[in-house]
């Protein structure tokens, strides 16, 4: 198999490691209430399909940088490749998107916080 | 027809023209008491326990190609039972028992052969390790015995031992270990269980499942709906695309594991040996082929054939212990689709789903378990709990987190 790296181009596929799914990369919240299942279904649970498989490589023989690789499970063939850390980056920016709302309160507390380090210097000064 | 010496005379005398088929070729009934999917090993024998063991009537297995179209017929025949974990030894255990007595139980010569296996070690941690294992198995009744360099020189003088890399320093034995006939195995269940009435209908797809309130009533095939009692699922590489028809998401990935077999060389090798730096094994066939193996590839595939680092990786593994195999010539290599389990260990045991059970999970342990998983599962099926040496091979292990991790390298299929 060759993997086309973003970066490095066509690689061939035992300069890397496998982990899995793809799905690996949503880590699920710690602190939330289902936090039991959401771990069960995050560590163990798999779609395993026949046909197209979202998967994380990592380039462990090479610039050591972890991709998402679409393949299909049938045929062996790579049909795209891209970073992991874009893949995870434009998943939150999804979310961000969707729960826009919240941006505002984080701007508060961002204000507030300036304001707080602002005052902590002041007292430094005196 | 039952065969026996007689039978064979018979035949001979009348030039073979009164051999009746091996097994019937029924067209489905409308409804079964237990539908088995799946006409692999498993499934066969599962069929096989339930009508003889259990008394069971009016069984079905389905198949979706032809019997011992699957794993049955692409495994490296090994047979064993030198686990360490008090969940799997017995059962591994059991099912070496039940090979012992298997060609009289279904009147089949399964041609096995108690050749034994030898574990090398390399190390003095390794050696701990094989004491540990050896006396693991010998508390659950299983035979074990440590061999060191001498002894093992003795019984194969042919081993790399001075090896810069990984030096041969012995290895534990099980002598009734050994290999046999994997498509007689299958062709042996599926006629045993004909005879007691079980009907094996192959070239049946199973498209969906009847699923009403929880409940599971029957199966949707490519010749048409079947209505049923109980329904066991026995697919190995194709669980977890057949239980997604019931909605089920298992702990399983698919996976493709090679084979490779040389050229007929003679009798060099005398039972199985298995690598203990590396993942490679390798008997010799009564053909004279030597019969290898060693990693799963480790990518999710469905594909039955494997890539080329693999075939390398388990070459260089046969090199290290045995260079006097660099010569013989691969005449062919092949692969197979292992339902590899997030611990490594199978899965027989009921679903969510009420009357839909599963027996999955089986990695690439599948071919030496096949009396006991068709036993164990047979007996789940029939009495609604599980065989007293089934009892921790359960679906919940994994929430529960009584995983029983052999290999002991956490959720992550390509590393059993």
């Given at each position: 198999?060759?993997?086309?790296h973003p970066?490095?181009?066509?690689?061939?596929?035992?300069e890397?490691?496998?982990?899995?799914?793809?799905?690996?990369?949503?880590?699920?919240?710690?602190?939330?209430?289902?936090?039991?299942?959401?771990?069960y279904?995050?560590?163990?649970?798999?779609?395993?399909?026949a046909?197209l498989?979202?998967?994380?490589?990592?380039?462990?023989?090479?610039?050591?940088s972890?991709?998402v690789?679409?393949?299909d499970t049938?045929?062996?063939?790579?049909?795209?490749?891209?970073?992991?850390?874009?893949?995870?980056?434009?998943?939150?920016?999804k979310?961000?998107?969707?729960?826009a709302?919240?941006?505002v309160?984080t701007q508060?507390?961002?204000?507030?916080?300036?304001?707080?380090?602002?005052?902590?210097?002041?007292?430094?000064?005196? | 027809?039952?065969?026996?010496?007689?039978?064979?005379?018979?035949?001979?005398?009348?030039?073979?023209?009164?051999?009746?088929?091996?097994?019937?070729?029924?067209?489905?009934?409308?409804?079964?008491?237990?539908?088995?999917?799946?006409?692999?090993?498993?499934?066969?024998?599962?069929?096989?326990?339930?009508?003889?063991?259990?008394g069971?009537?009016?069984?079905?297995?389905?198949?979706?190609?032809?019997?011992?179209?699957?794993?049955?017929?692409?495994?490296?025949?090994?047979?064993?039972s030198?686990?360490?974990?008090?969940?799997?030894?017995?059962f591994?255990e059991?099912?070496l028992?039940?090979?012992e007595?298997?060609?009289?139980?279904?009147?089949?010569?399964?041609?096995?052969?108690?050749?034994?296996?030898i574990?090398?070690?390399?190390?003095?941690?390794?050696r701990?390790s094989?004491?540990?294992?050896?006396?693991?198995?010998?508390?659950?009744?299983?035979?074990?015995?440590?061999?060191?360099?001498?002894?093992l020189?003795s019984?194969?003088?042919?081993?790399?031992?001075?090896?810069?890399?990984?030096?041969?320093?012995?290895?534990?034995?099980?002598?009734?270990?050994?290999?046999?006939r994997?498509?007689?195995?299958?062709?042996?269940?599926?006629?045993?269980?004909d005879?007691?009435?079980?009907?094996?209908?192959?070239?049946?797809?199973?498209?969906?499942?009847?699923?009403?309130?929880?409940?599971?009533?029957?199966?949707e095939?490519?010749?048409?709906?079947?209505?049923?009692?109980?329904?066991?699922?026995?697919?190995?590489g194709?669980?977890?695309?057949?239980?997604?028809?019931?909605?089920?998401?298992?702990?399983?990935?698919?996976?493709?594991?090679?084979?490779?077999?040389?050229?007929?060389?003679k009798?060099?090798?005398?039972?199985?040996?298995?690598?203990?730096?590396?993942?490679?094994?390798?008997?010799?066939?009564?053909?004279?082929?030597?019969?290898?193996?060693?990693?799963?590839?480790?990518?999710?595939s469905?594909?039955?054939?494997g890539?080329?680092?693999?075939?390398?990786?388990?070459?260089?593994?046969?090199?290290?212990?045995?260079?006097?195999?660099?010569?013989?010539?691969?005449?062919?290599?092949?692969?197979?689709?292992?339902?590899?389990?997030?611990d490594?260990?199978?899965?027989?045991?009921?679903t969510?789903i009420?009357?839909?059970?599963?027996?999955?999970?089986w990695?690439?342990?599948?071919?030496?378990?096949?009396?006991?998983?068709?036993?164990?599962?047979?007996?789940?099926?029939?009495?609604?709990?599980?065989?007293?040496?089934?009892?921790?091979?359960?679906?919940?292990?994994?929430?529960r987190?009584?995983?029983?991790?052999?290999?002991?390298?956490g959720?992550?299929?390509n590393?059993?």
């Amino acid at each position: 198999m060759i993997i086309n790296h973003p970066h490095l181009g066509p690689r061939d596929a035992s300069e890397f490691t496998i982990l899995g799914d793809a799905s690996l990369i949503n880590r699920p919240d710690w602190q939330a209430g289902d936090a039991d299942d959401a771990f069960y279904t995050y560590q163990y649970l798999r779609d395993n399909p026949a046909g197209l498989h979202r998967e994380l490589w990592f380039h462990e023989q090479g610039d050591r940088s972890w991709l998402v690789v679409t393949r299909d499970t049938v045929t062996h063939a790579v049909i795209a490749v891209a970073l992991a850390s874009d893949v995870a980056k434009a998943a939150k920016a999804k979310t961000a998107q969707k729960t826009a709302p919240k941006k505002v309160a984080t701007q508060k507390t961002a204000t507030k916080k300036t304001a707080a380090k602002k005052a902590a210097a002041k007292r430094n000064a005196t | 027809m039952r065969y026996s010496i007689w039978s064979l005379i018979n035949q001979a005398l009348t030039g073979n023209r009164n051999w009746t088929p091996v097994w019937r070729e029924p067209e489905p009934k409308s409804h079964y008491d237990i539908v088995i999917v799946g006409g692999g090993g498993h499934g066969l024998a599962t069929a096989f326990y339930l009508a003889s063991r259990y008394g069971m009537k009016n069984i079905a297995v389905l198949e979706k190609g032809w019997i011992g179209s699957g794993n049955i017929g692409r495994n490296t025949t090994i047979v064993r039972s030198n686990y360490l974990l008090d969940g799997n030894e017995p059962f591994y255990e059991q099912s070496l028992q039940l090979w012992e007595g298997l060609e009289q139980d279904i009147n089949y010569n399964a041609m096995m052969s108690q050749r034994g296996i030898i574990n090398l070690y390399h190390s003095d941690a390794q050696r701990d390790s094989y004491v540990r294992r050896g006396n693991a198995m010998r508390l659950h009744g299983a035979d074990a015995e440590l061999l060191s360099q001498d002894q093992l020189c003795s019984l194969c003088p042919f081993l790399d031992y001075e090896n810069a890399r990984f030096p041969i320093m012995g290895g534990l034995l099980q002598k009734r270990a050994g290999t046999a006939r994997h498509d007689a195995v299958a062709w042996g269940y599926a006629r045993a269980a004909d005879q007691r009435g079980v009907d094996i209908i192959q070239n049946c797809d199973v498209t969906d499942f009847l699923i009403k309130d929880g409940v599971c009533t029957g199966v949707e095939t490519s010749k048409g709906t079947i209505r049923t009692g109980k329904i066991g699922v026995a697919v190995a590489g194709s669980t977890s695309r057949v239980m997604a028809k019931a909605g089920l998401r298992l702990p399983i990935e698919s996976h493709v594991l090679q084979a490779f077999v040389t050229e007929g060389l003679k009798p060099v090798i005398p039972g199985v040996i298995t690598f203990g730096a590396g993942h490679f094994y390798i008997s010799q066939s009564d053909k004279g082929g030597l019969v290898f193996g060693g990693d799963i590839d480790g990518y999710n595939s469905y594909a039955q054939r494997g890539n080329l680092p693999v075939f390398e990786d388990v070459c260089e593994g046969g090199m290290a212990i045995m260079p006097m195999i660099g010569r013989a010539r691969m005449l062919r290599n092949w692969g197979g689709i292992m339902d590899m389990s997030m611990d490594g260990s199978p899965i027989i045991d009921k679903t969510p789903i009420d009357h839909l059970y599963l027996n999955a999970g089986w990695c690439y342990g599948g071919f030496k378990a096949t009396p006991a998983s068709g036993l164990c599962f047979a007996h789940l099926l029939a009495r609604d709990e599980p065989h007293k040496v089934a009892t921790k091979l359960r679906l919940d292990r994994f929430r529960r987190g009584a995983m029983l991790d052999e290999r002991g390298a956490g959720a992550q299929p390509n590393l059993h």
